[in-house]
Protein backbone atom coordinates (compact mmCIF):
# COMPACT_ATOMS: atom_id res chain seq x y z
CA UNK A 1 0.00 0.00 0.00
CA UNK A 2 1.47 3.23 -1.04
CA UNK A 3 2.98 5.21 1.88
CA UNK A 4 0.49 8.12 1.55
CA UNK A 5 -2.50 5.41 2.46
CA UNK A 6 -1.25 3.90 5.72
CA UNK A 7 -0.86 7.31 6.63
CA UNK A 8 -4.67 7.88 5.83
CA UNK A 9 -5.72 4.58 7.79
CA UNK A 10 -3.32 5.24 10.71
CA UNK A 11 -5.57 9.09 10.75
CA UNK A 12 -8.60 7.81 10.72
CA UNK A 13 -8.06 4.96 13.28
CA UNK A 14 -6.83 7.35 15.79
CA UNK A 15 -9.88 10.27 15.06
CA UNK A 16 -12.06 6.97 15.14
CA UNK A 17 -10.88 5.90 18.19
CA UNK A 18 -11.32 9.37 20.03
CA UNK A 19 -14.40 10.54 18.37
CA UNK A 20 -16.33 8.91 20.83
CA UNK A 21 -14.51 10.06 24.23
CA UNK A 22 -13.51 6.29 24.80
CA UNK A 23 -11.75 5.79 27.62
CA UNK A 24 -8.29 5.12 27.69
CA UNK A 25 -5.85 5.53 25.08
CA UNK A 26 -5.17 4.25 22.01
CA UNK A 27 -2.20 2.48 21.79
CA UNK A 28 0.97 1.83 19.20
CA UNK A 29 0.37 -1.70 19.18
CA UNK A 30 -3.26 -1.53 18.71
CA UNK A 31 -2.59 -0.03 15.60
CA UNK A 32 -0.06 -2.54 14.30
CA UNK A 33 -2.58 -5.44 15.08
CA UNK A 34 -5.81 -3.18 13.17
CA UNK A 35 -3.26 -2.50 10.22
CA UNK A 36 -1.94 -6.27 10.39
CA UNK A 37 -5.54 -7.55 10.31
CA UNK A 38 -6.43 -5.51 7.44
CA UNK A 39 -3.38 -6.38 5.46
CA UNK A 40 -2.06 -2.78 5.17
CA UNK A 41 1.00 -2.94 7.39
CA UNK A 42 3.23 -4.25 6.96
CA UNK A 43 4.49 -3.32 3.69
CA UNK A 44 6.59 -4.54 0.94
CA UNK A 45 6.80 -0.55 -0.05
CA UNK A 46 7.48 0.74 3.56
CA UNK A 47 10.42 -0.39 5.40
CA UNK A 48 10.69 2.27 8.32
CA UNK A 49 9.16 0.83 11.64
CA UNK A 50 5.51 1.64 12.79
CA UNK A 51 6.29 4.15 15.32
CA UNK A 52 8.22 6.69 12.73
CA UNK A 53 5.10 5.73 10.15
CA UNK A 54 2.58 7.37 12.67
CA UNK A 55 4.94 10.01 14.21
CA UNK A 56 5.30 11.42 10.41
CA UNK A 57 1.21 11.42 9.99
CA UNK A 58 -0.10 14.96 10.48
CA UNK A 59 -2.22 15.71 13.33
CA UNK A 60 -1.33 12.83 15.14
CA UNK A 61 1.13 13.00 18.61
CA UNK A 62 3.08 9.95 19.70
CA UNK A 63 3.88 9.86 23.62
CA UNK A 64 5.65 7.19 25.62
CA UNK A 65 6.87 5.92 28.82
CA UNK A 66 9.08 3.40 28.10
CA UNK A 67 7.41 0.26 26.13
CA UNK A 68 3.84 1.95 26.58
CA UNK A 69 3.65 4.04 23.91
CA UNK A 70 -0.41 5.97 23.09
CA UNK A 71 -1.22 7.67 20.14
CA UNK A 72 -3.30 10.67 20.11
CA UNK A 73 -4.73 13.23 18.24
CA UNK A 74 -2.38 17.03 18.41
CA UNK A 75 -3.93 18.63 20.67
CA UNK A 76 -4.46 15.72 22.91
CA UNK A 77 -1.08 15.51 24.39
CA UNK A 78 -2.13 16.10 28.07
CA UNK A 79 -4.51 13.15 28.31
CA UNK A 80 -1.59 11.17 27.42
CA UNK A 81 0.74 12.48 29.64
CA UNK A 82 -1.87 12.34 32.37
CA UNK A 83 -2.48 8.62 31.92
CA UNK A 84 1.03 7.98 31.66
CA UNK A 85 1.96 9.76 35.04
CA UNK A 86 -0.48 8.07 36.61
CA UNK A 87 0.88 4.49 35.58
CA UNK A 88 4.08 5.36 36.83
CA UNK A 89 2.71 6.22 40.26
CA UNK A 90 1.09 3.12 40.18
CA UNK A 91 3.84 1.19 39.52
CA UNK A 92 5.59 3.05 42.44
CA UNK A 93 2.63 2.72 45.10
CA UNK A 94 2.48 -1.23 43.89
CA UNK A 95 5.77 -1.97 44.10
CA UNK A 96 5.56 -0.91 47.96
CA UNK A 97 4.80 -3.14 51.01
CA UNK A 98 1.55 -2.71 52.25
CA UNK A 99 2.50 -2.01 55.74
CA UNK A 100 3.65 1.45 54.65
CA UNK A 101 0.57 2.31 52.57
CA UNK A 102 -1.72 1.49 55.53
CA UNK A 103 1.12 3.97 57.63
CA UNK A 104 0.05 6.33 55.63
CA UNK A 105 -3.75 5.86 55.74
CA UNK A 106 -5.01 4.56 58.79
CA UNK A 107 -7.06 6.62 61.54
CA UNK A 108 -4.72 6.99 64.66
CA UNK A 109 -6.13 8.34 67.77
CA UNK A 110 -5.66 11.93 68.75
CA UNK A 111 -2.32 12.47 70.40
CA UNK A 112 -0.57 9.32 68.47
CA UNK A 113 1.95 9.06 66.33
CA UNK A 114 2.45 6.74 63.32
CA UNK A 115 5.81 5.16 62.77
CA UNK A 116 7.32 1.97 61.13
CA UNK A 117 10.34 -0.17 61.04
CA UNK A 118 12.24 0.10 57.71
CA UNK A 119 13.40 -4.02 57.15
CA UNK A 120 12.59 -7.08 55.08
CA UNK A 121 9.20 -7.01 56.22
CA UNK A 122 7.83 -3.32 57.18
CA UNK A 123 6.21 -3.05 60.04
CA UNK A 124 4.00 0.05 61.54
CA UNK A 125 3.13 1.01 64.54
CA UNK A 126 0.96 3.72 66.46
CA UNK A 127 1.79 5.10 69.78
CA UNK A 128 2.68 8.28 71.77
CA UNK A 129 5.83 8.03 71.43
CA UNK A 130 8.17 6.63 68.22
CA UNK A 131 9.93 3.56 69.43
CA UNK A 132 13.40 2.67 68.97
CA UNK A 133 14.75 2.11 65.52
CA UNK A 134 11.39 3.27 64.10
CA UNK A 135 11.04 6.14 61.33
CA UNK A 136 8.00 8.39 62.07
CA UNK A 137 5.62 9.25 59.27
CA UNK A 138 4.90 12.65 59.25
CA UNK A 139 1.24 13.61 60.02
CA UNK A 140 1.30 16.03 57.14
CA UNK A 141 2.11 13.53 54.93
CA UNK A 142 -0.66 11.81 56.30
CA UNK A 143 -4.29 10.86 54.02
CA UNK A 144 -5.97 8.90 57.09
CA UNK A 145 -9.39 6.94 55.67
CA UNK A 146 -7.55 6.84 52.39
CA UNK A 147 -8.76 3.10 50.89
CA UNK A 148 -5.63 1.73 49.32
CA UNK A 149 -6.85 -1.88 49.22
CA UNK A 150 -7.70 -0.97 45.34
CA UNK A 151 -4.56 1.63 44.04
CA UNK A 152 -6.79 1.51 40.64
CA UNK A 153 -10.06 2.84 41.84
CA UNK A 154 -8.10 5.85 43.70
CA UNK A 155 -9.16 9.24 41.88
CA UNK A 156 -6.21 10.85 39.94
CA UNK A 157 -5.42 13.26 42.28
CA UNK A 158 -5.40 10.57 45.12
CA UNK A 159 -3.25 8.94 44.08
CA UNK A 160 -0.83 11.69 42.66
CA UNK A 161 -0.91 12.85 46.58
CA UNK A 162 -0.30 9.99 48.39
CA UNK A 163 2.60 9.11 45.61
CA UNK A 164 4.25 12.43 46.36
CA UNK A 165 3.87 12.36 50.57
CA UNK A 166 6.02 9.28 50.59
CA UNK A 167 8.64 10.25 48.00
CA UNK A 168 8.86 13.80 50.38
CA UNK A 169 8.83 11.27 53.40
CA UNK A 170 11.37 9.24 51.85
CA UNK A 171 13.85 12.43 50.78
CA UNK A 172 12.90 14.11 54.31
CA UNK A 173 14.04 11.16 56.10
CA UNK A 174 16.84 9.91 53.85
CA UNK A 175 15.11 6.98 53.12
CA UNK A 176 16.01 4.32 49.92
CA UNK A 177 12.55 4.05 48.43
CA UNK A 178 13.86 0.60 47.73
CA UNK A 179 14.25 -0.31 51.02
CA UNK A 180 10.46 -0.06 51.03
CA UNK A 181 9.56 -2.47 48.03
CA UNK A 182 9.14 -6.29 48.68
CA UNK A 183 12.00 -8.34 48.71
CA UNK A 184 13.04 -10.69 46.25
CA UNK A 185 12.28 -14.53 47.11
CA UNK A 186 14.85 -16.17 49.21
CA UNK A 187 17.19 -18.49 47.67
CA UNK A 188 15.70 -22.34 48.08
CA UNK A 189 17.48 -24.01 50.97
CA UNK A 190 19.08 -27.21 50.44
CA UNK A 191 16.19 -28.96 51.09
CA UNK A 192 13.96 -27.67 49.17
CA UNK A 193 16.03 -28.35 46.02
CA UNK A 194 18.57 -31.04 45.42
CA UNK A 195 21.04 -28.23 44.54
CA UNK A 196 23.39 -26.28 46.62
CA UNK A 197 22.17 -22.80 46.10
CA UNK A 198 24.18 -20.25 48.73
CA UNK A 199 23.85 -16.37 47.12
CA UNK A 200 21.28 -14.52 45.01
CA UNK A 201 24.49 -13.18 43.20
CA UNK A 202 26.37 -16.26 42.64
CA UNK A 203 25.85 -18.34 39.33
CA UNK A 204 23.61 -18.17 36.13
CA UNK A 205 21.66 -20.91 38.14
CA UNK A 206 21.12 -19.12 41.23
CA UNK A 207 20.09 -16.44 39.69
CA UNK A 208 17.60 -18.17 38.36
CA UNK A 209 15.92 -19.70 41.46
CA UNK A 210 16.00 -16.50 43.08
CA UNK A 211 14.54 -14.85 40.51
CA UNK A 212 11.11 -17.50 41.09
CA UNK A 213 8.55 -16.89 42.98
CA UNK A 214 8.99 -18.92 46.17
CA UNK A 215 6.10 -21.41 44.91
CA UNK A 216 7.49 -21.68 41.49
CA UNK A 217 10.91 -22.29 42.39
CA UNK A 218 9.86 -25.30 44.64
CA UNK A 219 8.33 -26.78 41.88
CA UNK A 220 10.64 -25.63 39.41
CA UNK A 221 12.95 -28.65 37.45
CA UNK A 222 16.17 -28.00 35.53
CA UNK A 223 17.56 -31.12 32.89
CA UNK A 224 20.62 -31.92 34.22
CA UNK A 225 22.90 -31.15 31.22
CA UNK A 226 21.38 -26.86 31.26
CA UNK A 227 21.66 -27.13 35.46
CA UNK A 228 25.40 -27.78 34.62
CA UNK A 229 26.14 -25.31 31.89
CA UNK A 230 23.59 -22.90 34.11
CA UNK A 231 26.20 -23.64 36.93
CA UNK A 232 29.13 -22.54 34.78
CA UNK A 233 28.00 -19.04 33.78
CA UNK A 234 28.89 -16.28 36.00
Excluded at 61 to 88: T, Y
Excluded at 186 to 213: I, V
Amino acid sequence: MPEQNIAAEIKKRVDDYYRDDAPGLLLLSDIGAELRASNIWPSPNEKRPLREIVEAVQGVSVESDGAFIAVVPKGLERRAEKVIAQRRDLFFLRSLQKALLLAFTIVSKKGQVVSVRIGEKLVYETGVTVGKGMTPVDEDLRIPGLDVSDLTSLKDERLRTLDQNIKTWCARHSIDPADLTYSRPKLLSKKQTSLSLTEAHGNALERLYAAQDPDVARKLSVPIDIALVLSRMP
